[in-house]
């Protein structure tokens, strides 16, 4: 039997929720098999459909799609400098669009061809925001109202922006933040929430390597006593070593690594058991190949995974995370930001969010599609990214 080969690949951009959303259509040799993949790199889109369309699709043409390890191989050091967040994120959707092709020549859901379900369904983790900690208690109880048993909560959104900031004059514009007051509201609010809603309720919280190293090993050590679920991104990747500090502080459990680019930043983390969850971003770090040998190699140290589910990417991403989530005997629980009826609506076959849980189908491959001509009724902004643009009460620029 002849081998099904690559034909074309092409990104299509689109923004039906209005985040920018990158998926690789990966179509062969046989006539109506194509393979999806997301490649979402929200803040960089023209970048990685140049890379899809003008590097890996001209490096592919032509090849047998079953050799995915070997094509990941190929797209990974083809370019000779490698790890980068573009060209991870344009391997990824041509690894995931690889694997729905497998997916759908062996009529098996992707979960199938990575071992079996260990779970009928995802228990997922919400996010619970407000201005007052009496608000995000009312978050919270909505969520548990739903089915919902782990909640992460912040006041003010990341770096908690509530109250007026004390600027010097010529300050540049920015999003403004003071780590002081984050660290102290936070403090206050976790008191707040464990005592008007209880103790049943998981609680988790996402610093967004906000507060200082220091700070951050501090705010560890506080919340220690109010048993979170993990604690998120408390260190930003270049200062990890702090993380070693923290074991020798507390027992608060550590969720790290949305921002890796490279399965080697984990490599200490891992050995030393350094962190409790690791936080892939899964089109970050190269696609499912890499994601699921990283969550293999989690399994023999006992960590546990809890893979990066935001607005920024896209339903194919989040149904290639399901799939993993499925099968990982050391699944923690997954983020889920939530698919609205647009996005629905042009990506038909989405995982399905029900009282805590996301369900996948059992199509073959992901399980999803995408309606290109509704997709092209939702441009990208390719405009300059300004959430990004975070500022310490000094003017000085701060990592968001
Ligand atoms: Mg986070």
């Known amino acids: 039997m002849a081998a099904v080969t690559i034909r074309n690949i092409r990104a299509i951009c689109t923004a039906p929720a209005g985040c920018n959303l990158v998926v690789v259509k990966v179509e062969t040799s046989e006539p109506g098999l194509y393979g999806l993949g997301c490649a979402t790199f ?3 889109t023209l970048a990685v459909k140049c890379i899809v369309e003008e590097y890996l699709a001209p490096l592919l043409a032509g090849r047998d799609v079953s050799q995915i390890e070997e094509l990941w191989h190929l797209m990974n050091g083809n370019s000779y400098w490698r790890y980068g967040p573009i060209i991870n994120n344009a391997i990824s ?3 995931m669009a690889l694997w ?8 098996m859901p992707v979960y199938q061809l990575l071992g079996g379900k260990s779970r009928p369904a995802v228990r997922v983790y919400r996010h619970a925001d407000g201005r007052s900690p009496d608000e995000v208690a009312e978050n919270v109880r909505r969520w548990m109202d739903e089915g919902v048993t782990h909640v992460r909560i912040q006041i003010g959104g990341y ?3 509530v109250g007026s900031i004390n600027k010097p004059d010529e300050a540049p514009d920015g999003v403004y933040y003071s780590p002081d007051k984050y660290f102290r509201d936070t403090v206050r609010l976790f008191d707040y929430i464990r005592s008007h809603v209880g103790g049943e309720v998981e609680l988790l919280h ?3 390597e906000r507060l200082p190293a220091i700070q951050s090993v501090a705010l560890a050590k506080e919340l220690e006593k109010y048993r979170l679920f993990f604690y998120e991104d408390c260190l930003p990747p ?3 070593e702090w993380l070693r500090m923290i074991r020798r502080q507390c027992t608060t459990p550590i969720a790290l690594g949305e921002l890796f680019v490279n399965p080697k930043e ?3 983390l891992i050995a030393e058991r350094l962190i409790d969850f690791i936080r892939v971003h899964v089109s970050a770090i190269g696609g499912i190949t890499p994601a699921r040998k990283l969550s293999i190699l989690c399994e023999a140290f006992g960590i546990r995974t809890a893979f990066h589910g935001p607005g920024d990417v896209s339903p194919v991403g989040h149904a290639a995370n399901i799939h993993l989530d499925l099968v990982a005997h050391n699944f923690g629980i997954q983020e889920w930001a939530g698919i609205n009826d647009t996005l629905r609506e042009v990506f038909p076959g989405c995982p399905e969010y029900k009282n805590g849980f ?3 189908n059992n199509r073959p491959g992901l399980g999803i599609d995408i309606n290109e001509e509704l997709a092209a009724r939702f441009p990208c902004d390719d405009g300059i990214t300004r959430w990004t643009q975070t500022r310490r009460p000094d003017g000085t620029y701060a990592y968001p």
């Open 358 to 360: 996301v369900y996948a």
């Open 238 to 240: 270049e200062q990890c």
């Open 266 to 268: 984990y490599d200490y």
């Open 206 to 208: 996402d610093t967004h």
């Open 159 to 161: 770096g908690g922006r």
């Open 93 to 95: 959707g041509v690894d």
């Open 42 to 44: 929200a803040y960089r």
């Open 100 to 107: 729905d092709i497998k997916g759908k020549m062996a009529g």
